[in-house]
């Protein structure tokens, strides 16, 4: 697919289908991750492949527990206690893979490295017909201390990008988007 084409039709799929997705395919996405630019060349990243749907959807009854007991030190998470509390609503939204993407201590801008390496990501997973979606719901539940042991995750790394990733079921419509504001100086 053309880079601008992919630019423009990439959306958030928040709707999947049940298949799950051939594990040489999500290699071969990481590794497209991974041509991303990083500070000082670090490469400070780590994937983390969950592909256990039970296992996500337990995750993500933990991830709305958290969420909702630490509302008060997230103001901006508010508009969403109805619908973290409602017990149907899974916030990988029943996606058969969650692909997170943990920053390791190393070079001067770990979280911003791998910030980079999910938008190439999300980009080759839509070029290969795949959709994803970011969940920054699940992240304060990855970097839980109880998860990153249970994982085998070390406690130093921090979760920074979170995407489930799937087979898309519907097209979702775009989003709009604001007119940028620019400064010609
Ligand atoms: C840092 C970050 C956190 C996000 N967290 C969530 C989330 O928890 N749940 C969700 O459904 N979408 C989440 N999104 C997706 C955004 O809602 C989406 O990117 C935005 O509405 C624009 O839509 P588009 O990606 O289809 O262009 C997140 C996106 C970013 C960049």
């Not at 990243?45 to 749907?53: H, M, Q, R, S």
């Amino acid at each position: 697919m053309d880079l601008i084409k992919a630019l423009e039709t990439r959306r958030s799929v928040r709707n999947y289908q049940k298949r799950g997705v051939d594990p040489e395919t999500i290699k071969k996405l990481i590794a497209l991750a991974t041509l991303a630019p990083s500070a000082m060349n670090a490469q400070p990243w780590a994937f983390v492949v969950i592909t256990d749907k039970s296992k996500l959807a337990a995750y993500s009854t933990r991830a709305k527990e958290l969420l909702l007991s630490s509302m008060d030190l997230h103001p901006l998470m508010e508009k969403y206690r109805v619908l973290l509390s409602r017990k149907a609503f899974n916030i990988f939204y029943n996606a058969p893979v969650l692909v997170a993407i943990y920053a390791k201590p190393e070079g001067p801008a770990p979280e911003d490295d791998t910030c980079l390496a999910a938008q190439n990501f999300m980009l080759a997973a839509h070029n290969e017909g795949l959709g994803t979606c970011w969940i920054g719901f699940s992240k304060e539940m990855l970097n839980s201390d109880e998860f990153k042991a249970e994982l085998g995750i070390p406690a130093e790394y921090t979760a920074a990008a979170p995407m489930i990733l799937g087979y898309p079921a519907t097209d979702p419509p775009a989003v709009q988007r604001k007119d940028p504001e620019i400064y010609y100086l």
